[in-house]
């Protein structure tokens, strides 16, 4: 890519990348990681002369991503999309680009085995944890974990790979890095050192007690509505820069960056550019996670059954509005310990973000791995309101809504693309059960999303139930009208 072509309306690069350094390693180049944390680095590097640059690596799939970045010099470029405005940058500190099974595991651990690395991230999903979301612990028996800890100097997974690269820095005398999630998991960092440190144990306890003392695992909240691209996105960035690039992202304006600061090695100067660093990320991520990634995950399942394509079509419906607002501030606020904020500002202020017509983010993407997403978005909320004795009928709405989602019919009878890790045991589970009750109690018996206690709890499965059947008696969108009604 030359940023001579670029449109006049593109902000480009006016520092000197020859300069920067490859100081962050990141696990996962995908969309939201382009239009993130990547974003933070390149307005550092413009505005405040940072020389904090990134080598990003995809390990499984995404080879097309890394082929894209490399064709261009590893430019890429950011479109901020609204209904009124759209804002093209072109970001510039990428220096390195690989892919694990195109370039190599050796050209991957070279580059971990650099010493200025200071920070390995991930935007790797949370499947890529190969954790159980109901506990938050390393699933040793997950065919990943399996197949790395058998074959630990050639791993396939994020958990193996950062491992053997640990162990690399800890034999050649090298210090740590630190290694920072940026998934949307409650205490992402704790999460990480459990798996991190129980796959090491399982290998070598001497290597799980340096990483241990060496290493530190910062938690984040991350924000920002990232829709897939798609190639009318590709057609538009075009229109904007002039210039066609296959890497490059929309989304929306608002983007947020809340990290807890813990480094062993140092870091970027993020609070330049708008994070904010904090010693507590916890009642930001659960904040987040339930009022926004709860919402969503609402909207998406019940929004996908009523023929709803997109966030911002369930925004034209006011029962849903309404339904999403009644979410965030009735079930999910309570839960919440965050002195000094105005919960119902901050819900008024997403459901402004879901109304941007620009951005086309579909209700089938925000539905992919339930599974993995169900437990933090509305299970910890539903067992806060098992506990306290309160109402929680569009949590269960919520449930009931996946529940039906990944039954693999919409309400016309036209199959549903069901992508979950899980898949296989959803669609066992779907085929041994009949509709309707025996349904509902065939997925409530999946112990990594319910865990033990939420199954045996009457109260939760009634509720569950009953929602279940009005789904299938009245249709998503008659449910969803009537759900604040009793």
């Known amino acids: 890519m030359d940023t001579k072509l670029l449109a006049a309306n593109a902000i480009v690069p ?7 350094v490859p100081r962050l390693v990141h696990l996962g180049f995908g969309a939201f990681h382009r239009a993130h944390q990547a974003l933070y680095a390149d307005i550092l590097a413009q505005e405040h002369g940072s020389d904090w640059g990134y080598c990003e690596i995809n390990l499984i799939g995404g080879e097309q991503q890394i082929a894209d970045l490399k064709q261009q010099d590893m430019l890429y470029s950011v479109a901020e999309m609204s209904a009124d405005a759209w804002q093209c940058r072109v970001v510039g500190v990428v220096k390195q680009a690989l892919h694990a099974q195109v370039d190599g595991l050796d050209a991957v651990f070279q580059a971990l085995a650099q010493p200025e690395v200071a920070i390995v991230s991930m935007t790797i999903t949370e499947k890529g944890y190969c954790h159980s979301p109901a506990t938050g612990q390393l699933q040793l028996d997950h065919p990943l974990i399996v197949r790395d800890l058998a074959n630990p100097h050639h791993p396939q997974s994020a958990v193996g790979v950062i491992v053997a690269a640990l162990a690399q820095r800890k034999a050649d005398g090298q210090p740590a890095f630190s290694v920072m999630s940026c998934d949307n998991m409650p205490e992402n960092g704790h999460v990480t050192r459990n ?11 001497a290597l799980a007690t340096w990483i241990e003392t060496h290493v530190t695992f910062p938690s984040t909240m991350v924000d920002r509505i990232v829709p897939a691209v798609t190639p009318d996105t590709q057609a538009l960035v075009a229109q904007q820069t002039g210039v066609q690039d296959p890497a490059a992202v929309a989304c929306e304006p608002f983007r947020q960056w809340v990290i807890e600061d813990n480094f062993v090695a140092g870091r970027p100067a993020w609070e330049q550019a708008g994070a904010e660093l904090v010693s507590d990320v916890l009642p930001f991520e659960e904040m987040k996670l339930r009022m926004l990634n709860g919402s969503h995950s609402f909207l998406a399942y019940l929004g996908y059954l009523a023929g709803y394509q997109h966030i911002s079509d369930c925004m034209q419906d006011a029962h849903y509005v309404n339904a999403a607002r009644h979410l965030m501030l009735a079930e999910q606020a309570p839960t919440l310990n965050t002195p000094g904020t105005d919960l119902e500002k901050y819900a008024d202020s997403l459901l402004a973000r879901y109304r941007n017509t620009a951005l086309k983010h579909r209700t089938w993407q925000i539905a992919m791995d339930g599974t993995q997403k169900l437990p933090q978005r509305m299970l910890d909320s539903v067992r806060w309101h098992l506990a306290n004795g309160s109402d929680f009928d569009c949590l269960a709405l919520g449930v009931a809504g996946w529940m039906r989602y990944v039954g693999g019919k919409d309400e016309q009878g036209q199959p549903i693309d069901i992508s979950d890790p899980l898949r296989e045991e959803i669609a066992r589970r779907v085929a041994n059960s009949a509709e309707g009750e025996p349904r509902v109690m065939a997925l409530l ?4 999303v319910f865990g033990r ?3 045996d709890n009457q109260r939760f499965v009634n509720a569950v139930t009953n929602a279940y059947l009005a789904l299938l008696a009245r249709g998503a969108k008659a449910t969803v009208a009537r759900v604040l009604a009793r």
């Open 14 to 20: 006016q520092y000197d990348r020859s300069k920067l």
């Open 195 to 205: 798996v991190i440190t129980a796959y090491a144990k399982a290998l070598d306890p």
């Open 445 to 448: 018996q999946m112990t990594s």
């Open 453 to 455: 206690n939420l199954p």
